[in-house]
């Protein structure tokens, strides 16, 4: 599903680990930079489709419920008017329709789920681009001033020129590795537990409606003996 497949990898990625691997950071930077631009475009444009079919899960699930509560009330009045027969009917009609809702409840989840994912990308893509963004604006201003300085200094060809030049562009690099290991250690310190709760959010118990615990005819006699407790 688009982005969605490439969840974790997205929410894992390390800028950090990229650089200090990367013979060119400031190559390595554009090119991240570029990717980000494109991944934050797709999360965007999928996001719409993904809350529209989470609403229209919720809709359908939302109907079930209320189906199954209506055919419960109606079994009900049946027994109290002692037409056991209509009350079995009811009664066996809300048990298919717990099944199905067993099926609906499920594909809401997922589509609550996958509803999730894309808000936690588009977060985390936006605030990696932004700060991205303003730390590459702070290395050209430096590496610019280096660059000043050496040719401030060329004509003298002095040994303290050089080293001043060296100290530049090593603080320029420096502060841009400090600032997205910073980043990147704030997301793997709440990355788990995201995952944490979504797996959890995915293994919860039994959902309303999941498994019948009898049949039509067991749930017909303790109606029966719910009404004539209540008549008694």
Same mark, same amino acid.
């Given at each position: 599903?688009?982005?969605?497949? !490439?969840?974790?990898?997205?929410? %894992?990625? /390390?800028?950090?680990?990229?650089?200090?691997?990367?013979?060119?950071?400031?190559? $390595?930077?554009?090119?991240?930079?570029?990717?980000?631009?494109?991944?934050?475009?797709?999360?965007? +444009?999928? @996001? $719409?489709?993904?809350?529209?079919?989470?609403?229209?899960?919720?809709?359908?699930?939302? *109907?079930?419920?209320? *189906?199954?509560?209506?055919?419960? %009330?109606?079994?009900?009045?049946?027994?109290? #008017?002692?037409?056991?027969?209509? +009350?079995?009917?009811?009664?066996? !009609?809300?048990?298919?329709?717990?099944?199905?809702? /067993?099926?609906?409840?499920?594909?809401?989840?997922?589509?609550?789920? /996958?509803? #999730?994912?894309?808000?936690?990308?588009?977060?985390?893509?936006?605030?990696?681009?932004?700060?991205?963004?303003?730390?590459?604006?702070?290395?050209?201003?430096?590496?610019?001033?280096?660059?000043?300085?050496?040719?401030?200094? +060329? #004509?003298?060809?002095? *040994? @303290?020129?050089? %080293?001043?030049? &060296?100290?530049?562009?090593?603080?320029?690099?420096? &502060?841009?590795?400090?600032?997205?290991?910073?980043?990147?250690?704030?997301?793997?310190?709440?990355? =788990?537990?995201?995952?944490? *709760?979504?797996?959890?959010?995915?293994?919860?118990? $039994?959902?309303?409606?999941?498994?019948?615990?009898?049949?039509?005819?067991?749930?017909? $006699?303790?109606?029966?003996?719910?009404?004539?407790?209540? =008549?008694?």
């Amino acid at each position: 599903m688009g982005i969605l497949s !490439r969840f974790r990898d997205v929410m %894992r990625s /390390n800028l950090s680990a990229m650089l200090e691997r990367s013979e060119d950071p400031a190559k $390595t930077v554009e090119e991240y930079l570029r990717q980000l631009r494109l991944d934050v475009g797709q999360v965007k +444009a999928e @996001t $719409t489709a993904v809350q529209a079919e989470e609403d229209r899960a919720k809709r359908a699930l939302d *109907e079930c419920v209320e *189906e199954v509560r209506k055919l419960q %009330r109606y079994a009900e009045k049946a027994v109290e #008017s002692d037409d056991e027969s209509a +009350a079995l009917k009811f009664l066996e !009609r809300k048990a298919k329709q717990a099944e199905r809702m /067993n099926g609906l409840q499920m594909a809401y989840d997922q589509a609550a789920d /996958n509803s #999730s994912k894309m808000k936690q990308m588009q977060e985390k893509l936006v605030s990696d681009l932004q700060q991205l963004e303003a730390r590459q604006a702070v290395l050209k201003g430096k590496l610019a001033e280096a660059a000043a300085l050496s040719r401030a200094q +060329a #004509s003298g060809g002095t *040994e @303290t020129a050089l %080293r001043e030049l &060296e100290a530049k562009a090593d603080l320029a690099l420096n &502060e841009a590795l400090a600032l997205a290991e910073l980043r990147a250690g704030s997301q793997e310190d709440d990355l =788990d537990a995201v995952f944490a *709760e979504l797996e959890k959010g995915n293994a919860a118990g $039994t959902k309303p409606g999941e498994a019948l615990a009898s049949t039509p005819e067991d749930e017909l $006699t303790a109606l029966k003996a719910k009404i004539n407790k209540q =008549d008694s």
